[in-house]
């Protein structure tokens, strides 16, 4: 007998079904339409034919189509729906999104001082809306994040963003690390906000062509990206809290590179 206080193996919020798309040939046909795609999750065992040939699309895209792929096995699948899901479950993205390698050359031609928000495996979708809202006050050019351990875009990240990510250009890297060079490589000053930073963050020159890099509020910045930086600052914390939320953290880097910019 089903008992009602008894908390299923994976509890998930389920999506609305105009969110999702299942089935393979479905999921199939919405990558030859051009979806753009937040996630795909597959059923752990899947072994078919078909399921081959739907793997192999999904590895094949690059660029601002790359998405994020899960083997999960069939009961987190069953969360999110009771209908035939063959296995596959893919999550439409509310959103385009871009590359990176792109945008930087078309800033610099329109005679622009890039700056760059990068966030490194925040997952949390409030903490990411709030930080696309506060990058279109703050005048960002485009906002950068991981294929894989980053958070899911969805309504909810819209709503938190007030609207800000139907404006803000999103960048999907596959490789973090190889996207922090490129910036480096095209004249961006790559900054990492770390509390084992030495010097804090109003010493830093926002001036010039910026990436500010974030990190998760748990794990913070991997150590792989953070080798990638041209430089790392702290914010100074005064209280008995030992770290901001990354939101937070991220409007006070922000308006820091915003105040010496209009000076």
Known sequence: ???KSTKPAYDTRRPKEKEMIFGIRAVMEAIDAGKTLDKVLLRRDMSSSLARELLMKLTSLDGERATNIQRVPVEKLNQYTDKNHQGVIAFLSPI????????????????KTPLVMVLDNVTDVRNFGAIARTCVCAGVDAL??????SVSINGDAVKTSAGALH?????????????LQF???????????????????????????????????????YEENLKQCTDQV??????????????????????????????
């Open 1 to 3: 007998m089903f008992n």
């Open 96 to 111: 385009d999104f871009y590359r990176i390698e792109d945008i930087l050359p078309s800033l610099y031609e329109q005679g």
């Open 144 to 149: 950068v994040i991981g294929t894989r351990g």
């Open 167 to 179: 404006t803000l250009p999103v960048c999907k890297v596959d490789n973090m690390q190889n996207a």
């Open 183 to 221: 910036m480096r490589e095209s004249g961006l000053h790559i900054i990492a906000a770390t509390e084992h930073a030495t010097h804090d963050y109003t010493e830093a020159n926002m001036r010039e062509p910026l990436a500010i890099v974030m990190g998760s509020e748990d794990k913070g910045i």
């Open 234 to 263: 702290r914010i100074p914390l005064v209280g008995t809290i030992e770290s901001l939320n990354v939101s937070v953290a991220a409007g006070v880097m922000l308006y820091e590179a915003v105040r010496q910019r209009r000076n």
